[in-house]
């Protein structure tokens, strides 16, 4: 008898597993975490993924290069600005076509105002994944203007689909600059607010300091990009490495962090939207005038050959691969997602952490699922 | 380093490799039982470096499976393309770069789903966003008459 109440006490060795979603509110979509548990320590972790595979890279293949745009939207929906540039560059490269100035200077600032509100909507969410619910509403209250300056030029607010291979889709409100202005004012203010919310809060920092480290070495191993890789001080910020549209006149610091843990990985973010705030002041006021689209002909066909493009979205590195036989839609498109990449380093680093920790872990990676799924 | 200097120098690792200049980047074809071995070379030699394997994708040309690997140095930010094909659709194998590179292990079981190529000493091969009852839908004779419509 006595030796049986021996075997189910809580610090038996044995292991067990539990699942951790598809539906957990701390993973922001449907994600399946295989946890194999030591008592409260992770001891592994198999990500399970492929619930919203929609298979966007077979329906490409089967659609021509415009329509490929929209449905690059719908992969990492908070940069849905950002991948439909990436594909956009990508076409124009292949076709050797010289983009105006104003044109890279809207899209610039357009991709930096979706960087803005990704890292908003992250920090509310990451926020209250750790208890703090009064940042939801600070963070929904400052993206909601950026929505408005999406609305009012895009028409739509996150699935923006406003680039087109040659230019964009329209032309920029007359409201815009001013707006925009409006906007950087407006958030100057309220961001030393996040820090009085979260980064300084006692309970935060004891949650996420030292929690969930990532070396250097590991971030070039499994290629983290974004402020995920950054943190970690891996140098990959396609912006200065590779500078595409506007990047190349304007100045701004790539964002370094040695710690790695998830309290960096916090202030890479929050430091990464000062950094954008710089980058559009830069621009807001000197957008050259010109077309705001080059004519293209009806039908987009790319010469053989295979195509590459790096850009940097909210989350990291995103590459689109293409390769043409020279027909009207792609032999194969590839999409290099940064959420992918990001998601393959969340056993290392949550091993011999506790089950509450992986949950602030996991929110530090802000993951998007659609883009892991594709 | 630029691509030519590169060129030259990796031409002295392996004599069987192709290599063309591409668009972009340097690409190079080499025959599948060298991958691994020229691979490993690439990133332990202290003049080339290529420690970060930023895109593995599987492409299924028509005739020939194949795997692309663009890689970057981030210590001589040079950049890289390996290609490797074959011509065996039954059963298309290639050598894992999994203990080179630890980011190709997601990357491969991709491939591995979407393209049916499997890869040697692979720690995990195992399905990845569809479960086994699939096909491997990123292949052109994939048939699906209900959720494909051909015009």
Known sequence: ?374 | MDNKQLEELITTFDQDIETTEGKQYLEVTLPADKLHSFAAQLKENDKTRFDYLFCLTGVDYGQDLGVVYHLRSTVHSHYIVLKVRTSDRENPKFDSVTDIWKTAEFHEREVFDLLGISFNNHPDLRRLFLDSSWGYPLRKDYVDDINIVTK
């Open chain 1, 1 to 374: 008898m006595e030796e049986k109440v021996k075997n189910i006490t809580a610090d038996d060795q044995q292991e067990y597993v539990i699942n951790m979603g598809p539906q957990h509110p701390s993973t922001h979509g449907v994600l399946r975490l295989v946890v194999s548990l030591k008592g409260e320590i992770v001891q592994n972790l198999i990500p399970h993924i492929g619930y919203i595979h929609r298979g966007i890279e077979k329906m490409c293949e089967s659609i021509t290069y415009p329509q490929i745009i929209h449905l690059t939207d719908r992969m990492d929906y908070l940069s849905a600005h950002i991948n439909n540039e990436a594909v956009c560059l990508n076409v124009e490269k292949a076709l050797e076509i010289d983009i105006p100035d104003r044109i890279k200077v809207i899209r610039t600032i357009m991709a930096e105002l979706t960087r803005i509100q990704s890292h908003q909507l992250w920090w509310c969410s990451f926020g209250m994944d750790l208890g703090g619910l009064t940042c939801f509403f600070y963070g929904l209250r400052d993206r909601e203007k950026i929505l408005d300056i999406f609305e009012e030029t895009c028409g739509g607010r996150m699935i923006v689909s406003y680039n087109c291979p040659g230019g964009l889709m329209y032309d920029i409100h007359p409201n815009f600059q001013k707006r925009v202005k409006e906007f950087i004012n407006y958030f100057r203010k309220t961001l030393p607010e996040y820090d009085q919310l979260l980064t300084g809060n006692v309970i935060f920092k004891e949650r996420t300091k030292g929690v969930g480290r990532l070396s250097l070495e590991d971030a070039i191993a499994y290629g983290a990009t974004g402020p995920t890789g950054r943190a970690s001080g891996f140098s990959c910020d396609v912006r200065k490495q590779e500078p595409y549209s506007a990047y190349d006149r304007v100045s701004f610091n790539e964002v370094l962090f040695n710690d790695g843990d998830t309290y960096h990985r916090y202030l890479a973010r929050i430091a990464e939207m000062r950094e954008s705030m710089d980058i559009i002041e830069q621009l807001i006021d000197n957008i050259p005038e010109g077309p705001y689209a080059v004519k293209m002909k009806p039908v987009i066909k790319l010469p053989e050959g295979e195509y590459y493009q790096r850009v940097e979205t909210a989350r990291g590195e995103l590459g689109v691969y293409i390769i043409s036989d020279g027909n009207k839609n792609p032999l194969r498109v590839k999409f290099r997602s940064p959420n992918f990449v990001n998601l393959s380093i969340l056993n290392e680093i949550s091993k011999g952490w506790k089950i509450a920790d992986l949950v602030a872990i996991g929110g530090s990676l802000d993951l998007v699922i659609p883009d892991i799924d594709r």
